[in-house]
Nanobody, 124 residues
Framework: QPQLVESGGGSVQAGESLKLSCTTSGFTFSFYAMSWVRQAPGKELEWISYIDKSGSPTWYADSVKGRFTISRDNAKNTLYLQLNDLKTEDTAMYYC?????????????????RGQGTRVTVSS
């Protein structure tokens, strides 16, 4: 059974940075593409980033493009999301998600497992 555990969230001021981590177990991490999604209070789940099993290519939602960076360390079975220049609208619960396949010619959110999430709160 795949397990995904996010960490690194917290409360920050607008303009500051955070780095989220997602440690995984129970599956062969290097075989699968991964994603980050988030859910703000009262809003629907938003898919914000994707990374191929090899680390490239990556994809970002327009809402985070240029500010967030997804990466992975297949040797450590860990996924990362660097959050820079945070805005109040980035306040949400952030989840890492395992995709069902290792590669998508046109990435889309296709997850079968995700973690419990880590909370990010950005104040002005």
């Amino acid at each position: 059974q795949p397990q995904l555990v996010e960490s690194g969230g917290g409360s920050v001021q607008a303009g500051e940075s955070l780095k989220l981590s997602c440690t995984t177990s129970g599956f062969t991490f290097s075989f699968y593409a991964m994603s980050w999604v988030r859910q703000a209070p009262g809003k629907e789940l938003e898919w914000i980033s994707y990374i191929d099993k090899s680390g490239s290519p990556t994809w970002y939602a327009d809402s985070v493009k240029g500010r967030f960076t997804i990466s992975r360390d297949n040797a450590k079975n860990t996924l990362y999301l660097q959050l820079n220049d945070l805005k109040t609208e980035d306040t949400a619960m952030y989840y890492c998600a395992k995709q069902r396949a290792g590669y998508y010619s046109r990435p889309y959110f296709d997850s079968d497992y995700r973690g419990q999430g880590t909370r990010v709160t950005v104040s002005s």
